[in-house]
């Protein structure tokens, strides 16, 4: 994933989320600010309401601090993106399992979870222009000769039902594959030596390289250009999917979106 040079063939664009919702079945909001810096409390209390949905283990993107308060590079792009729409937005955690089954239930209007748009997501939600574009890359310990061209017999960790797990299945049919149902139980069996090697979104391996858990890890070989366009899920045929596309033109236009793009990934390089 990357942008201005920073990710080896990885480009960016803009999104959003804040404050209350009108949409049923919360979990654990995040923080959202009572008023914007563009109009008064009064003014905002008669903008649209609508909730979206994250999942909270996939850091810089979205993850929880010390305090348990959702962060991360998509949170605080969603409440640029929501106050340049005008709307109030509430983001909810949720299980990455569950993300498209709740809006489908209309527990939530939008999903913002670094979710790739794939012909096969398309038949059940419609996506927004992509705000990042994702490569891939292989994880594995610093001076263990475990390359990234033959993966057979190999136990590879991977989020379940991401492009990432898509992706070796296709192209690695013999590696022997462990999935979680999130990123950090990924990086915690490739941190307690339980699987040889991790196949994953290149931004977030790249920040947990930077992390003192990932100091003992490095990329295997070359990263895995996949073109995989990362967009906000919303149910298909919803308007806001149009309100969403002019917001984030205007953010790449006014400069916030580089401004945020930098704050969470001016230090990984790839």
């Not at 919803?238 to 033109?249: E, I, M, R, S, Y």
Request: glycine share 8%; charged share 20%.
């Amino acid at each position: 994933m990357c942008l201005s040079g920073l990710l080896a063939g990885v480009a960016a664009f803009g999104v959003s989320a804040c404050q209350k919702s009108t949409d049923s079945g919360a979990t654990s909001a995040a923080n959202v600010p009572a008023a914007s810096a563009s109009g008064s409390a009064a003014d905002n209390a008669n903008w649209p309401q609508i909730r979206i949905a994250t999942e909270s283990s996939y850091a810089p993107f979205s993850y929880k601090d010390a305090q348990g308060n959702v962060v991360g590079f998509e949170i605080d792009l969603a409440h640029e993106l929501c106050e340049q729409a005008k709307i109030r937005c509430e983001i909810i955690s949720q299980d990455w399992d569950g993300l498209i089954p709740g809006l489908q239930a209309q527990k939530y209007s939008a999903i913002m979870a670094s979710m790739s748009d794939t012909p096969t997501r398309r038949e059940v939600v419609t996506f927004s222009e992509p705000y990042f574009i994702n490569n891939l890359v292989i994880l594995g310990k610093k001076g263990v000769d475990k390359g990234a061209d033959d993966l057979a017999g190999k136990t590879i960790a991977v989020e379940r039902a991401t492009t990432a797990a898509d992706y070796i299945a296709a192209h690695f049919p013999n590696a022997v594959v462990k999935s979680y149902d999130n990123q950090e139980n990924a990086y915690l069996d490739l941190a307690s030596g339980r699987a040889d090697l991790m196949l994953s979104d290149s931004a977030p391996a790249l920040h947990w390289l930077n992390t003192d858990r990932g100091q003992g890890f490095e990329v295997k070989g070359e990263p895995i250009k996949i073109d995989d366009k990362i967009a906000i899920a919303m149910r298909q045929n919803d308007p806001l999917v149009g309100q969403f596309n002019d917001a984030l033109a205007a953010l790449k236009a006014n400069g916030k979106y580089d401004k945020l793009y930098h704050q969470y990934f001016a230090d990984i390089h790839q």
